[in-house]
């Protein structure tokens, strides 16, 4: 017994192989972006937070002390429906950044920003290792 020939639809098929692509309403208001100063807040005060940056996301591997993790984690949890909290792991990382990068230009670079790195970085085992 030999089993039955497969066969593709074809153009006379009844089957529909184009996609059919629906607006979603949410019903939420579209608000303009908000704008972000360019100089650096005063002394003391809080860097914008990461959800009123509009820039693009990479993905960063960086290896935590276990502790660390799981006490940031907690904190995300029980403070991300709060004023002041952060609602995901990567925002509470992105603010803390914002914030220790703040502090080094403020401290180390009298009080320029750090411009990006457009370079690498150097990979394997650092200097004097």
Do not use: W
């Not at 303009?32 to 960063?60: D, L, Q, Y």
């Not at 320029?112 to 970085?121: D, H, L, S, V, W």
């Amino acid at each position: 017994m030999s089993a039955p020939e497969r066969r593709r639809p074809g153009a006379t098929s009844s089957i529909k192989l184009a996609a059919n692509v629906e607006p979603v309403q949410t019903g939420a208001a579209v608000s303009p972006a908000p704008t972000v100063a360019t100089a650096s807040p005063p002394t003391g005060a809080t860097p914008p937070r990461a959800e009123a940056v509009k820039e693009p996301t990479i993905p960063t591997t960086v290896p935590l002390r276990a502790g660390l993790k799981k006490r940031a984690q907690t904190a995300v949890l029980r403070t991300a429906g709060v004023p002041g909290g952060y609602k995901s792991f990567a925002a509470l990382v992105d603010g803390a950044l914002e914030r220790e990068l703040t502090r080094l230009a403020d401290e180390l670079n009298d009080g320029a920003p750090y411009e990006p790195n457009t370079g690498e970085f150097r990979t394997g085992r650092p200097l004097g290792s």
